[in-house]
């Protein structure tokens, strides 16, 4: 069963799963598991990398994804994560902001120096929360939403997210989740949504998390 934090007759609100697809496609991915279990038409408006879980939100109705689709291109959807890297940012807080090339046949994306065909600007805010055992727990606002941003741009400068074996991250769990959605409904309503990170992965920081839960 896929969690439900909140639907109605617009839109469901859940948690996937790692290792689930956000899109349609062949394997068990989450719009057709939630078609099976709400009984009911599913539209993905937005994706998330299939080895990470956390929040997303799917329209129920045509007409709620083109708001939301709508609401997505505009910006009014705020995304933060929560991953974990090796090592820790040069700064406590700061920008990552880079030239980023996906490249679809290897489905990897890459940092590069000029904008040419393809090349896209990437940007984020992070925070670092903690620290331990060579690891850093890093809370992350994307500014944009390209195809493994996050864990390409925190590679790219020596600190790849363990589990992450496509960016030197190393075998395992993806220490890499969605925290926290705010989105505008199609009602105008501003929503928010969080849930903490789940998996062995993240037992580390369990006594940080905790008290980031009660901030």
């Known amino acids: 069963m896929i969690p439900i934090l909140f639907q109605d007759e617009a839109l469901a609100v859940c948690l996937k799963p790692p290792g689930v697809l956000s899109q349609d496609g062949p394997g068990g991915a989450l719009?057709?598991?939630?078609?099976?279990q709400l009984g009911c038409d599913i539209f993905p408006v937005h994706r998330l990398?299939?080895?990470?879980?956390?929040?997303m939100v799917c329209a129920k109705t045509s007409?709620?994804?083109?708001?939301?689709?709508a609401a997505m291109t505009r910006g009014a959807f705020r995304k933060e994560y929560l991953c974990i890297?090796?090592?820790?940012?040069?700064?406590?807080?700061g920008t990552y902001q880079d030239l980023l090339l996906h490249d679809k046949v290897r489905n990897k994306s890459f940092v590069?120096?000029?904008?040419?065909?393809?090349?896209?600007?990437?940007?984020?805010?992070y925070r670092v929360l903690a620290e331990k055992d060579g690891l850093s727990l890093v809370r992350v606002r994307l500014h944009t939403g390209r195809t493994h941003q996050i864990r390409v741009q925190f590679a790219s400068r020596g600190t790849p997210l363990p589990g992450d074996g496509k960016y030197g991250g190393g075998p395992g769990e993806l220490a890499l989740w969605s925290a926290s959605l705010s989105f505008p409904h199609p009602s105008g309503k501003e929503l928010t949504?969080?849930?903490?990170?789940e998996g062995q992965v993240?037992?580390?920081?369990?006594?940080e998390l905790a008290a980031f839960q009660h901030n």
């Not at 007409?63 to 689709?69: D, E, N, P, Q, V």
């Not at 890297?85 to 807080?93: I, K, L, M, T, Y």
């Not at 949504?193 to 990170?197: K, M, S, V």
């Open 193 to 197: 949504f969080q849930a903490l990170p």
């Open 49 to 55: 990398d299939r080895e990470a879980g956390g929040v």
């Open 112 to 125: 590069v120096r000029r904008p040419r065909g393809g090349v896209k600007e990437a940007s984020l805010a």
């Open 63 to 69: 007409r709620a994804a083109g708001a939301l689709s």
């Open 202 to 207: 993240w037992d580390v920081f369990a006594a």
């Open 31 to 36: 719009p057709s598991l939630l078609r099976d």
């Open 85 to 93: 890297v090796r090592g820790r940012p040069e700064s406590d807080e």
